[in-house]
């Protein structure tokens, strides 16, 4: 497990959990695991299933789709919380970064497990997707 007040500080920087109490906040933090990734590992594959959100602690990350460089990840990132979600394949590919990255992973099954047995967490997540959805929409 990370330590607890580095990884509530980090999500407490990801939209998806930034309306969180810091209650919950904490309760979402004791599930993730600190991982360290080798440079040029591959954390996240385009069309491949979704095991885990990630938070970018340190190093950084490119992501591609369709093999194409698409952007640089750095601290304080975030990765794969859509896949997290809905189950479905990942959209892009993740690539630790020739110093090798460390992250707050959030595995799928224990995501699902809060959401389903915490009403509050579920409801401030939704308010944030919904957010998402109107800002997205707002820009067309």
């Given at each position: 497990m990370p330590d607890s007040a580095d990884?509530?500080?980090a999500l407490a920087g990801v939209p998806l959990f930034a309306d969180l109490?810091?209650?919950?906040?904490?309760s979402v933090a004791k599930?993730?695991?600190?991982?360290d990734h080798r440079?040029?590992?591959e954390v996240a594959a385009q069309g491949r299933g979704a095991l885990s959100f990630h938070v970018i602690a340190e190093g950084d990350?490119?992501?591609s789709v369709g093999g194409k460089p698409r952007r640089t990840l750095h601290a304080g990132d975030y990765f794969g919380e859509i896949s997290m979600?809905?189950?479905q394949p990942?959209?892009?590919?993740?690539?630790?970064?020739?110093?090798?990255?460390?992250?707050?992973?959030?595995?799928?099954t224990e995501f699902?497990?809060?959401?389903?047995?915490?009403?509050?967490v579920a409801r401030a997540i939704m308010i944030a997707l919904c957010g998402r959805i109107r800002a997205s929409e707002s820009s067309l």
């Open positions: 990884a509530v500080t109490s810091k209650r919950h906040l904490n599930l993730m695991k600190k991982v440079a040029g590992s990350a490119q992501v979600i809905d189950g990942r959209s892009a590919t993740v690539v630790a970064g020739s110093q090798g990255m460390t992250t707050y992973a959030l595995n799928r699902l497990r809060l959401v389903d047995s915490d009403k509050d």
